[in-house]
């Protein structure tokens, strides 16, 4: 694949992880309205709003660490993030049942958590390997934020929708 050819130090892996994170950050915002749209239960609704609104403050956090590096902030094409999106999408379509489709719709949340999760524990072991020391708290910020989501996602499930759903 062409995007890793320039990819040659660990400065470079870094830049590629954080753009490849800009990316998925973005598409994610473009995710989450759809997501929250297809949604029935209020809780799960108000979720997907909560996290939109820390996802946006997320893209800043890259923004700012671009910024430090002296490079504009810049996106390289995540096929596994369009893949996971993806998938939601045509699975949601398939699914008549608003109860199942919450159900459906959590799980695909948090593949996307998931995903998350692995790329910024990677930046933030690249960026202290590398003596990034001011970039380890905004990455543990977003770190956080994503854990916090998935664990809200699998008390939902268990509590309400998954119980509802069966
Ligand atoms: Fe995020
Ligand atoms: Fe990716
Ligand atoms: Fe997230």
Redesign the pocket.
């Known amino acids: 694949m062409a995007i890793f050819k320039t990819i040659h130090s660990l400065d470079d892996l870094f830049l590629h992880t954080l753009e ?1 994170i800009y990316f ?1 950050e973005n598409t994610i915002l473009k995710a989450l309205p759809k997501m929250e749209k297809k949604a029935s239960n209020p809780a799960l609704k108000q979720g997907f709003e909560t996290h939109l609104e820390e996802t946006r403050g997320q893209v800043e956090r890259l923004e700012s660490i671009f910024k430090s590096l002296g490079k504009d902030p810049k996106g390289t094409e ?4 369009e893949g996971i999106v993806k998938e939601a999408e045509e699975l949601a379509g398939e699914i008549s049942d608003a109860e199942v489709k919450d159900a459906a719709l959590a799980a695909a949340a948090q593949a996307v958590e998931h995903y998350e999760i692995s ?1 910024y524990s990677t930046l933030i072991a690249l960026a202290q390997r590398l003596g990034h020391e001011d970039f380890v708290r905004p990455l543990e910020a977003t770190l956080a934020e994503e854990k916090a989501t998935d664990a809200k996602l699998t008390k939902l499930s268990e509590s309400t929708l998954l119980r509802k759903a069966a």
């Open positions: 490849d998925a995540c096929p596994a993030i790329r």
